[in-house]
């Protein structure tokens, strides 16, 4: 009898930059998507979408046959988050930032991206302060994102405290004479 095999791994990085390399890239590209306001065509490889995430695999499994496939317009998700997800599908990592992680998370939300959503959640952490935090609140709200929510709301009660501080005891002013 033979013994079982043994799985064997090659280098991840080489593997990641070259999947990396077909993000939002005609070649070979089987699907158009058209994403966000400004209508920005972004291409991607359907097989690769179907195996990694359902909702592209029902999305896209209701398209029919082969040839230049008409786009799928996505007019909800911004082209950059659009295409941040597209890159966490091919690479499993993403780069997340500050002004876009939002609406980075509420893709990941909306189609199902666990990972995604909990690296999004703790890049959020991270970075959060008083210019990101009602908007994150209203995102952890409306996808009933408690540990999000609970955060957010200890954030401004703890610099809320700081700043009504500031507005109601302003430094004594001498009196005009």
Known sequence: ME????????AVAPFST????????????????????E???????RCLLACRCNFFQRLLGSEMGPGVPSPVVLSTVPAEAFLAVLEFL???SAKLHRHSVLEVLTAAV????????????EFVVKVLDVELVCEALQVA??????SLQERCVAFIEAHSQVQLHTFILPTPQPAPL
């Open 18 to 37: 070259a999947l990396r390399s077909l993000v939002n890239n005609p070649l070979y590209s089987d699907v158009r998507f058209v994403v966000g306001q």
């Open 39 to 45: 209508r920005q065509e972004v291409f991607a490889h």
């Open 90 to 92: 091919y690479t499993n």
């Open 3 to 10: 013994p079982p095999g043994l799985v064997v791994h090659g």
């Open 110 to 121: 909306e189609y199902g991206l666990e990972e995604l959503r909990e690296l999004c959640l």
């Open 141 to 146: 709200v409306t996808f009933g994102l408690g």
